[in-house]
């Protein structure tokens, strides 16, 4: 597929990068850039070489939320009847393998509720994350009013969401919405880090992790390691279980086969 509106390139043939690609609308999320989002992160999940994936954009702005432009004149009607947000933006929550979003610049909107809906954030230092939807008349409608007071509790994402104000990174870090802040010229380089380390561990176990890491969210303390133990147990009918602990106990790196 030719993508127009993003990037999509390999790292060390493991890691899948996808650059959000429309800098004269600071990335600006339309229905042509999330079908394009969709379909390479489903790609990349399906290859069975790549590990991880990485979602950022560019330096003044990871996404700057929904495109106004696009939903201006939108009425009821047509956002109802195209499932308008669903349709593209559910994929996201289908990949299986982790997403790690590398925010630098603004994250506002939909581009803050697109960061949290990637499994982790590593942000640069000069990254802005907010809900402003307030001030245009709407609320958020991509999970943020359900993503972020989990992140970050209520007192916090109330304040976010009402006064439509921006949090800067230390303060994104310090409220629990990103797990790292760095130097922006240090920003891809931590998440590639991030990235090849998680490649380098059996595909099984990470996505029974992140799989058994969102239920936490979705369910509640009993049923939730309830499920955990489920796959626990699962996994030891896995190759990579015997290997990963064999290769511990003999002093030796383990080769996973993803098996
Ligand atoms: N949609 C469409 N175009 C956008 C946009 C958006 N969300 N955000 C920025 N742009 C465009 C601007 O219109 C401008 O285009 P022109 O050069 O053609 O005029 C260009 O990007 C550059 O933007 P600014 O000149 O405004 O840049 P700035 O540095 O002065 O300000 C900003 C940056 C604070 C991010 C400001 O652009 C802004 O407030 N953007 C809107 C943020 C917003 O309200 N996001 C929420 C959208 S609604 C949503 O996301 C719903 C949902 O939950 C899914």
């Given at each position: 597929m ?6 999509v390139?390999t790292?060390?043939?493991?890691v899948?990068?996808?650059t ?8 600006a ?10 379909a390479?992160?489903k ?11 990485i979602?950022?954009?560019?330096e003044?702005?990871f996404a700057?939320?929904a ?7 939108m ?5 109802y009847k195209?499932?308008?947000i ?9 990949i299986?393998?982790p997403?790690?979003?590398a925010v ?15 499994d982790?954030i590593?942000a640069a230092?000069?990254?802005k ?13 991509a999970?943020?009013t359900q993503?972020?007071?989990r992140?970050?509790g209520?007192a ?5 969401v009402?006064?439509?104000r ?8 310090r ?8 130097p922006?010229?240090k920003?891809?380089?931590?998440a ?11 595909q099984?176990?990470v996505?029974?992790a992140?799989?058994?890491?969102n ?12 499920f955990?133990?489920r796959?626990f147990?699962?996994l030891?009918?896995s190759?990579?279980q015997?290997?990963?602990?064999d290769a511990?106990?003999?002093k ?7 098996r």
């Amino acid at each position: 597929m030719a993508y127009q509106n993003i990037e999509v390139r390999t790292e060390g043939g493991k890691v899948g990068i996808i650059t959000l690609n429309r800098p004269k609308a600071l990335n600006a999320l339309n229905g042509a850039l999330m079908d394009e989002l969709g379909a390479a992160l489903k790609a990349f999940d399906l290859d069975e070489t790549i590990g991880c994936m990485i979602i950022t954009g560019s330096e003044k702005a990871f996404a700057a939320g929904a495109d106004i432009s696009a939903m201006a004149l939108m009425t009821f009607t047509d956002v109802y009847k195209e499932d308008f947000i669903t349709r593209n933006w559910e994929t996201i929550r289908s990949i299986r393998k982790p997403v790690i979003a590398a925010v630098s610049g603004f994250a506002l909107g939909g581009g803050c509720e697109l960061a949290m809906m990637c499994d982790f954030i590593i942000a640069a230092e000069n990254a802005k994350f907010g809900q402003p939807e307030i001030k245009i008349g709407i609320i958020p409608g991509a999970g943020g009013t359900q993503r972020l007071p989990r992140a970050i509790g209520k007192a916090k994402a109330m304040d976010l969401v009402l006064t439509g104000r921006m949090m800067d990174a230390q303060e994104a870090e310090r409220a629990g919405l990103v797990s790292r802040v760095v130097p922006l010229e240090k920003m891809m380089d931590e998440a590639l880090g991030a990235a090849l380390m998680i490649c380098g561990y059996g595909q099984l176990s990470v996505m029974a992790a992140k799989e058994s890491l969102n239920r936490a969210f979705e369910s509640g303390l009993t049923d939730g390691v309830m499920f955990e133990r489920r796959i626990f147990h699962a996994l030891f009918a896995s190759a990579d279980q015997k290997e990963g602990m064999d290769a511990f106990l003999n002093k030796r790196p383990p080769q996973f086969t993803n098996r």
